[in-house]
RNA sequence: GCCCCCAUAGUGCAGAGGCCUAGCACACCGCUCUUUCACGGCGGCAGCACGGGUUCGAAUCCCGUUGGGGGUACCA
């Protein structure tokens, strides 16, 4: 048995999107979990369209989702000399044929059809030739489909599909300008690189049988079609820009993590069987494979995204946690922090966050002095009796063993001498200390923080509220 | 217009003729835990698009309708 190839095969038109990523999640994923290949593809065919930078954002992108390659980046732009050689076969075959028919001839021809009803389609004028004109002449191939009967393919996701060849195109294969067009570069390098099962997302639905026609003419085994459906933004339509955020960039960006996101794409369109949502790559790649594909399409939901992302967050151990947090607070100015430390921060935090970021804005009081005081809080430093309350708390913590339950034994005995208990206790001590209104367990927070820090805060407060 | 695909709660999935009084998760709403906010625990809201068949029996099979999506380029 030949091990299973899939490929990712975008074109460098612009940023990546969101839908592609989970294209190339899915092959990939079908790759690692048959122990097979995964070939990387630039269909650079455009000359138009391409946009510098974009090899560099996919290339990017797949290593941040951690989708390695084993072959590639092949570029369509470097193969041309094949394509040309193969196509000139076919017409030498009479499988193929030149076109010299004008871009304004074809439009005027398409607008005809259109008004008239029919189907669209090129009207294959050249194809019994072309008098008067001659190969010198700038022109097309194009592929000469069968006129009748119907060609009929299995795809993995849908089932056994079938197409009236009369309704299909006599699509051109290379361009006027010697490139190939897709639906002629791809299958040519699908045979070539020993492709076994071409995943892509459903919008090739319709050009499949192009496809399976081309092969045929070739002589060549057609591989596995696998056709997950589109992923489409909350009105249901094609997921774009307009729907906001759809750039896989962005998501790298706003704070997920790889696994988070690659989890995230695999359940869209895709499931385990069981009712499991929460897995680690390794998991799945156990788990993944063709029968889990779902048929219909997924909008984008990014409360789920979210959540996910928190729960990944919480699965990481917090050594590692605390690594992937440094530099986004160095970033913030707040550096020097000592590992022990920050660990000890991402432990009592750990539940709290959604993205790695979040740790910035819900615990800076663990890394400066300088945090500000939120308004909302104000109340508990303008109680008269503040200033003396958190004097008498800082006096009885001075000299405290520092655990969580010994500050907590502590400050309650205290507040009782001081005459408070519950909210009364805790907000004012929070609110001094950390200039929030809520947070982590109290006292483990002071203890995370240190003696000194927590002394010093609650004596500032205490110096606060006298001139409140 | 023409071709093709799809259809389970607001969202993502489970379900491959009887196990379904349709399960799980996100979101939302209660309750609970608690010094706060989260987390956790418990509970709730909410769905098989519609109409015909087939069958003793249909969310599951067939047909139609409706709705949604994709394609229809010398773009991918």
Redesign the pocket.
């Known amino acids: 048995m030949s091990t299973l190839r899939t490929r990712f095969a975008p074109?460098p038109?612009g940023s990546m999107h969101i839908g592609n990523a989970r294209t190339a999640a899915f092959a990939w994923l079908l790759a690692r979990h048959h122990g097979g290949q995964f070939i990387l593809r630039i269909?650079d065919?455009?000359r138009t369209?391409y946009v510098e930078g974009s090899v560099e954002e996919i290339q990017d992108g797949l290593k941040w989702l951690g989708l390695d390659w084993d072959e590639g980046p092949f570029f369509q732009s470097q193969r041309l000399e094949i394509y040309r050689e193969l196509a000139e076969q076919l017409v030498r075959e009479g499988k193929a044929y030149r076109c010299w028919?004008?871009?304004e001839r074809?439009a005027q021809m398409?607008e005809e059809?259109?008004a008239a009803?029919?189907?669209?389609?090129?009207d294959r004028r050249c194809r019994e030739g072309a008098p008067g004109h001659t190969p010198g002449e700038p022109h097309?191939i194009r592929f000469a489909m069968p006129l009748d009967g119907v060609t009929e393919f299995h795809d993995h996701v849908?089932?056994t599909?079938s197409?009236?060849n009369a309704?299909i195109?006599d699509f051109?294969m290379l361009?006027?300008?010697g490139?190939p067009?897709?639906q002629f570069a791809n299958v040519v390098d699908d045979h070539l690189m020993g492709i076994t099962h071409v995943v892509r997302s459903?919008?090739?639905?319709?050009?499949t049988p192009k496809h399976v026609q081309l092969y045929a003419a070739f002589g060549w085994e057609p591989p596995q079609f696998v056709h997950p459906?589109?992923i489409?933004g909350p009105d249901?339509?094609?997921l774009s820009k307009r729907h906001g955020a759809v750039s896989f960039r962005e998501f790298t960006q706003m704070g997920y993590l790889p696994d988070a996101l690659l989890n995230f794409l695999a359940?869209?369109?895709w499931?385990p069987?069981d009712?499991r949502?929460v897995m680690t790559r390794q998991e799945l790649i156990e788990a993944f494979d063709i029968p889990?594909i779902?048929?219909?399409?997924?909008?984008f939901?990014r409360?789920?995204l979210d959540?996910l992302n928190r729960q990944h967050i919480r699965m990481l151990p917090d050594g590692e946690l605390a690594r992937r947090v440094k530099p986004l607070l160095e970033e913030k100015g707040f550096g020097g922090l000592q590992d022990g430390y920050l660990e000890s921060v991402v432990r009592v935090m750990k539940?709290?966050l959604t993205f790695l970021h979040d740790i910035v804005e819900l615990a800076c009081y663990f890394f400066t002095d300088e945090f500000e005081y939120e308004e909302k809080g104000g109340k508990w430093l303008q109680d008269p009796g503040a200033a003396q309350f958190l004097e008498g708390i800082a006096d009885a913590l001075k000299d405290c063993e520092w655990s969580d339950a010994a500050i907590e034994a502590r400050v309650r005995e205290a507040g009782e001498k001081l005459g408070r208990e519950?909210?009364a206790l805790?907000?004012p001590i929070?609110y001094a200390c950390t200039g929030k209104?809520?947070?982590?367990?109290?006292?483990a927070a002071l203890e995370t923080l240190g003696r000194d820090r927590v002394v010093r805060r609650l004596r500032r407060a205490a110096d606060l509220a006298r001139v409140q």
């Open positions: 074109s038109t269909e065919t455009d369209r028919c004008s871009p074809l398409r059809q259109k009803g029919l189907p669209t389609g090129y097309v849908r089932g599909l197409f009236e309704l195109d051109v361009k006027a300008d490139f067009t897709y459903d919008e090739w639905l319709s050009s459906a589109l489409l249901r339509s094609k359940l869209l369109g499931s069987g009712n949502e889990g779902v048929n219909h399409p997924a909008i939901d409360q789920k959540w539940d709290r519950g909210g805790i907000h929070r209104t809520v947070g982590p367990s109290l006292f």
